[in-house]
Nanobody
């Protein structure tokens, strides 16, 4: 079983930056595609960003393109989400997810494509 733990959320003002971290543990980290999703109460999860095991394939949701950057350090079993120029509409609970894959360049963009999920971290951006 894989455990996924996020950290780095918080309360910031509009225009500020945050970096979310996500560490996977419990099994060998290799060959996992990783993603960040956001979800408000009563709504479906939405992709924020996702990255392949190789790091060479990355997907971003349109609202965060140019502001957020996803990256990974496989030797540390960690994925990061650098969030710059934050806006009040970025406020949400952010979840990290992982899925095992044999394809180094596979990246999932839908919540159902992921097997393991963290507990979520709150990001609040005040105006």
């Amino acid at each position: 079983q894989v455990q996924v733990v996020e950290s780095g959320g918080g309360l910031v003002q509009a225009g500020a930056s945050l970096r979310l971290s996500c560490e996977a543990s419990g099994r060998t980290f290799s060959k996992y595609a990783m993603g960040w999703f956001r979800q408000a109460p009563g709504k479906d999860g939405q992709l924020v960003a996702a990255v392949s095991w190789s790091g060479g394939i990355i997907e971003y949701a349109d609202p965060v393109k140019g502001r957020f950057t996803i990256s990974r350090e496989n030797d540390k079993n960690t994925v990061y989400l650098q969030m710059n120029s934050l806006k009040p509409e970025d406020t949400d609970v952010y979840y990290c997810a992982a899925v095992s894959t044999r394809n180094d360049n596979y990246v999932g963009v839908r919540p159902y494509e992921y097997d393991y999920w963290g507990q979520g971290t709150q990001v609040t951006v005040s105006s």
